[in-house]
């Protein structure tokens, strides 16, 4: 078991708040650079510089890709909410291209690994384990997963936080906020201060790996009597702000099920949406980071394994009540009662104006269509994902039309996104009214 002579590619991770800074200074740059060039070769074909078109171009997309990578982090958090635009804001290869961050990290070198293994368990942690893999299974925005095995016998995997990130997340969210309003793709006079709040209190909870093991050991006991799910042990002994111990539970990646049988693709996207109404209804209690990479299955169990908690909050009482209304007008389809659920959730109000509320009303009415299906719902429907992409686009282009609902329905619809986008890439059939009909008034 050696930290040198590593081949797999690893990159260091910048730690200062300098460093950092210089990297979306010098991404900027590099943008702005691309723009100009690819600007002056329009003009010199006697075309009109497209500045929108230019900035939001494939080059640029993989440029910001790069750099996020590198950087991990808060940085990268903010790349992978970008690559989840279904077309609203960014065009469609912008976002596919970043789409890679939601599974790509390059590793840390092995001399930070070994550094901050030493600085939490002491110059002597080795001797505890009979087997450490320093090649990561895994590497992510924040930390990096490395296989171990204890000398009194336990299988581990190992959660380690890369050095600086915590200390960084704010300067993290503040730069790359920066950039984008720097992008023109808000519009002027947009107050986005208490999204940026919200996000970085988010992403200083998923920092702390002993708040994660809570919720971990949380779920464990919540779902203790379901078969269907497995959540791994916490071994609290090794657990500290920056390293997360839990049980190693083997698994395939949840998008290896597309090529399974169409009647297996279909009961772990049942599941996962039953696990979802558990979450927002019973548990009240969700955990809110949708990354396909946070679910495995197990085909010798049948079991869905559930990996990071880092994301969970608690919910309000009375916006899960809410929730359970607009979803029960939803179901009766009165729309009198969904615009009334709107109004109490906050989606609108009465400064909106009245062809807005309209559509807005509309765009939620084609949402919970098929809640009304008493029939099994094709998550592969193209038809469908399309006729919610335009109207979500129409709303979204009307300048006149910028209302930021409650933040805590933001990580909700990042949730709810994600489930929707994994059924879709499993090409899954599930009667979605069955599952939701026990929670509709």
């Not at 998923?206 to 464990?220: D, I, K, V």
């Not at 290896?256 to 996207?269: G, K, T, Y």
């Not at 927002?280 to 049948?302: G, I, V």
């Not at 429907?381 to 282009?397: C, E, H, P, S, T």
Request: net charge neutral; with cysteine; proline share 6%.
């Amino acid at each position: 078991m050696s930290f040198n002579n590593i081949s797999d590619k690893t990159v260091p991770v910048p730690a200062s708040r300098v460093s950092r800074f210089a990297r979306v200074g010098g991404l900027a740059a590099d943008i702005a650079g691309n723009m100009a060039v690819n600007g002056v070769r329009q003009l010199v074909q006697g075309q009109r510089p497209n500045w929108n078109g230019l900035l939001l171009s494939p080059a640029n997309a993989r440029k910001l890709a790069d750099q996020l990578a590198q950087m991990r982090g808060a940085a990268m958090k903010v790349g992978q909410l970008m690559s989840m635009d279904s077309g609203t804001m960014l065009p469609p290869e912008f976002a596919q291209i970043l789409a890679r961050l939601r599974s790509e990290a390059e590793p840390m070198p092995p001399s930070q690994l070994k550094k901050v293994l030493t600085q939490y368990w002491g110059p002597q942690w080795l001797q505890q384990f009979a087997s450490f893999d320093v090649r990561p299974i895994a590497a992510a925005s924040i930390g990096q997963v490395h296989r171990a095995k204890t000398k009194d016998g336990r299988e581990l995997a190992l959660k380690i936080q890369y050095p600086g990130i915590r200390k960084s997340i704010d300067s993290d969210v503040d730069n790359i906020a920066m950039l984008i309003k720097i992008s023109g793709l808000l519009p002027k006079g947009l107050d986005i201060a208490s999204l940026l709040d919200q996000a970085k209190q988010q992403l200083h909870d998923e920092a702390q790996y002993q708040r994660e093991g809570q919720y971990l050991q949380h779920f464990g006991r919540l779902l203790a009597d379901n078969n269907h799910f497995q959540v791994p042990v916490l071994y609290g002994d090794l657990t500290t702000p920056d390293i997360l111990a839990m049980s190693y539970v083997s698994g395939h990646p949840i998008e290896a099920l597309a090529s399974a049988p169409q009647a297996e693709r279909d009961r772990v996207v049942g599941l996962l949406i039953q696990l979802l109404l558990f979450e927002l209804f019973d548990f009240q209690l969700m955990q809110t980071d949708p990354n396909f990479a946070n679910y495995k299955y197990n085909p010798e169990t049948k079991q869905v394994v559930l990996l990071d908690f880092g994301a969970t909050r608690a919910l309000c009482p009375t916006l899960v009540k809410q929730f359970r209304r607009l979803l029960g007008s939803g179901l009766e389809n009165d729309k009198d009662a969904i615009l009334d659920s709107m109004h109490e959730i906050g989606y609108c109000d009465d400064t909106i104006l009245p062809h807005h509320q309209t559509a807005l009303l509309n765009l939620f009415d084609l949402i919970l269509s098929p809640f009304r299906q008493d029939a099994a719902f094709d998550f592969s429907d193209g038809m469908f994902a399309a006729q919610v992409r335009d109207a979500a686009m129409a709303l979204g282009k009307d300048g006149d039309f910028w209302h930021i609902p409650p933040v805590e329905t933001l990580f909700l619809h990042r949730k709810f996104g994600g489930i929707y986008l994994l059924a879709n890439k499993l090409g899954a059939r599930v009667n979605v009214r069955q599952l939701v009909t026990p929670y509709g008034e």
